[in-house]
């Protein structure tokens, strides 16, 4: 029996497994093998029944936030998710790969003073508002979802849910955690890439350690390229454990921790030429091979929860994260006049180092509470929460590189320079409180009104000392505390003509302080400015108008939204003091978001999801972007979709594709802009046993060039053609 024999070996030397060893948990350990070994496994994402293997599903019923206490169905706001079985037929194997599933969210180029995931959704930047299981995971990093079951995307302001930031959604990543179930998941993927990944899910009840007792380990091991570029290299090493106890009871204690390791080649694609992408085969590159991207990211959660009856619930979670990066990165740059000869231009490498450390620390509580007054009924979600966020980056620019021709550069080149001396050192802390209450009453079966209040408070310690670029020399020191303290609210009126569907109209509202991202400087161009400090947060209100409805018993839902996000007091420079920015323009993000997930039978499985968005600027100062200047990195189509067929019992097929319409890079003069352009992905499955399945994930099927990730200054492109090929072993 695998249960007790991994279990013992897996603790053999420690005091748990000392505890194992007594008779008396013995006998009852014993006993629970038994149990374990007569009820049925769930094997990762695929299920074994009495009549063979089946897929899971795609859609997903519940957020598994608690704030939301009503099903998706039910709740006014569009919340797309990822779910465990599309991960896995879609073999993603990092973040970016998750968001091509989620049309709305675009994906933006690392710059100087962001490394790691920067995700845009509804054209709104939304790097800061990175959550994994409701706690933000603010780190500098490209995160690998191997300890993900799923991704919930929140679209719109939820400042009253999330805290700062959330413009246009937000990105909470769920977390593999115990369960009582046992499993063992291996993979072993190899690609036309040059990728090779190895991942283990190991899910074990351990009734030795007391009632609902129950461990999980995940590991991952990752080396690998894009295919059709020369250059960036991804490696990459995570472990994530998880114990849990007293699952099943009234009270449950879970202590989870993730440990990820990167050292990569960082690849920033290719440069601007004037106000196109030049004209060079995908796979050039003009970085240096002994360029390096390396990060760390150590997170510890602790969670608890009690139930004391169905009607009052708590929950509360600690967490500490520890993040540290550092890296040497080129980005390629052209000075030429536009109409140079392409054989004649020299690109620049500009070459950027830096290191920094960042920390984290929270607490949340929060209680639920089900109250009858007379015929209305309410679902209250009441909590508080409070933390510590730090981070001090070292950055710099090195000097006397040599360039490299267009063309044909140099990607084997021996680095040189003359000096790396630091621009700037900076140190953040930002200390964060927040309260909030949110009620959703139900007036009878058909009527709901959702209504929420938070109070947050932001308090900010900034320090920075710069350099002479050149020298190295100390050249001034800044400091400055400020402290921001806003109300965020939330509302929805839901209307519900049938139990299998809802119309809803919500409105939110969200904040952003000029540190939001844990720091005053706004720009790596120049002298490192500072150009929000002391000002008032941006605000933004969104209001959405929708319908979710339910098919096929359930099994498929539909969903449609109409929706318009507003920043009245958008960051814009100052006329009156050059170098600052103030409060004084309006932009605009509204369209139409429509999907659908589920099985339209029973061996069919569909996810698809289109938007509209139309972004611009509705009022701007002399200097800022112009009265109806585009949103960056907004296209005004997106599409994508996924569907698999489960042919027989053994073979189940897939194919899908993505829609991404022309974006903007730079919304100023010089104006910059990608094209649009389709990619399709296919996918099949043969499984030899219960246990035991090969897959191939082909990608980019059409070998097409296109643009995938966008900054003002370089561009990345996308990979080309690729195959996965990967065997799974389940018990």
């Not at 249960?3 to 053999?12: D, E, K, M, P, T």
């Not at 351990?206 to 960036?232: F, K, Q, T, Y």
């Not at 706004?522 to 002391?534: D, H, I, K, M, Y």
């Not at 903007?664 to 094209?675: D, G, H, M, W």
């Amino acid at each position: 029996m695998f249960s007790h024999r991994f279990s013992s070996q897996l603790l053999a030397g420690t005091a748990i497994a000392l505890t194992m060893s007594t008779p008396a948990f013995a006998d009852e350990a014993a006993q629970k093998d038994e149990q374990v070994a007569a009820a049925p496994r769930q094997l990762g994402t695929i299920s074994v029944t009495s009549e063979g293997i089946t897929t899971e599903d795609f859609k997903v019923d519940q957020s598994s936030l608690g704030k939301f206490t009503e099903k998706l169905r039910d709740t006014p706001q569009t919340i797309d998710t990822v779910s465990a079985e599309v991960i896995e037929q879609r073999n993603i194997t990092s973040m970016q790969d998750a968001f091509r599933n989620v049309p709305g969210i675009t994906i933006g180029a690392s710059e100087f003073n962001w490394q790691g995931n920067n995700p845009n959704i509804r054209g709104f930047n939304s790097r800061g508002d990175m959550f994994v299981d409701g706690m933000r995971d603010f780190g500098m990093y490209f995160r690998d979802p191997f300890n993900y079951d799923h991704i919930e995307v929140l679209q719109g302001p939820a400042s009253m849910v999330f805290g700062r930031g959330s413009t246009g959604g937000v990105i909470n990543s769920v977390s593999k955690e115990a369960s009582l179930d046992s499993r063992i998941f291996g993979s072993l993927n190899f690609g036309t890439d040059g990728t090779k990944r190895v991942a283990a899910d190991i899910n074990e009840a351990m009734p030795e350690l007391g009632e609902g007792a129950a461990v999980r380990l995940n590991a991952m091991g990752h080396d690998g390229s894009v295919a059709g570029r020369d250059g960036g290299k991804q490696q990459r090493w995570g472990v994530a454990g998880s114990l849990a106890l007293g699952l099943g009871t009234p009270t449950r204690l879970v202590l989870d921790f993730v440990h990820q390791a990167n050292n990569d080649v960082p690849d920033y694609g290719l440069p601007w030429f004037g106000t196109q992408v030049a004209d060079v085969p995908r796979n050039n590159f003009y970085g240096f091979s002994s360029d390096y991207q390396r990060a760390k990211a150590d997170i510890v959660t602790l969670k608890a929860d009690h139930d004391y009856n169905d009607d009052l619930k708590l929950h509360a979670q600690v967490r500490y994260g520890h993040y540290s990066r550092e890296n040497r990165i080129t980005e390629p740059q052209i000075t030429a006049a536009v109409g140079t000869p392409v054989a004649g231009v020299t690109v620049n490498r500009n070459v950027f180092t830096g290191f920094a450390e960042e920390s984290f620390l929270q607490a949340q509580m929060d209680a639920r509470y089900n109250l009858v007054t007379g015929p209305v009924t309410h679902a209250i979600v009441a909590g508080i929460e409070g933390g510590r966020e730090r981070s001090n980056p070292w950055l710099g620019f090195a000097l006397g590189v040599p360039g490299t021709n267009l063309l044909t550069p140099a990607k084997n080149a021996f680095f040189s320079s003359t000096s790396t001396p630091p621009n700037i050192i900076t140190d953040t802390t930002a200390n964060t409180f927040g309260i909030y209450a949110i009620d959703t009453i139900k007036i009878n079966e058909m009527f709901q009104v959702v209504g929420g209040i938070r109070y947050d408070n932001v308090d900010i310690n900034y320090g920075g000392t710069r350099y002479n670029a050149t020298t190295g020399a100390f050249v001034s020191a800044d400091r400055f505390l400020t402290s921001d303290s806003q109300f965020s609210y939330r509302g929805g009126l839901v209307f519900k003509p049938m139990e299998a569907g809802t119309v809803y109209f919500s409105y939110g509202n969200s904040f952003n302080p000029s540190s939001e991202n844990l720091t005053f400087v706004t720009s790596a161009r120049g002298a490192f400015p500072v150009q929000n400090v002391f000002l008032e947060p941006e605000k933004n209100t969104s209001y959405e108008l929708g319908t979710k409805w339910e098919w096929m018993d359930g099994r498929l839902a539909t969903n449609a939204a109409l929706f318009r996000t507003t920043k009245d007091n958008a960051r814009v420079p100052n006329p009156a003091t050059p170098g600052f920015n103030a409060l004084g323009g309006t932009q605009r993000a509204q369209g139409l978001d429509v999907s659908v997930t589920g099985r339209v039978t029973d061996a069919w499985q569909l996810m698809a999801g289109y938007v509209y968005l139309d972004g611009e600027v509705t009022k701007s100062p002399t200097g800022a972007p112009a009265v109806g200047a585009p949103s960056p990195y907004a296209p005004k189509h997106s599409f994508s979709f996924w569907t698999s067929y489960q042919i027989t019992e053994q073979v189940l097929i897939g194919g899908g594709g993505q829609r991404v319409g022309l974006r903007y890079a730079q919304n100023t003069a010089p104006i910059r802009f990608v094209p649009g352009y389709w990619t399709f992905d296919a996918m099949a499955q043969y499984n030899l046993s219960e246990h035991l399945t090969f897959k191939v994930n082909l990608t980019n099927l059409t070998d097409k060039y296109y643009y995938d990730a966008l900054h003002q200054q370089h561009v990345v492109p996308g990979a080309g053609r690729t195959a996965m090929f990967a065997v799974n072993l389940n018990y």
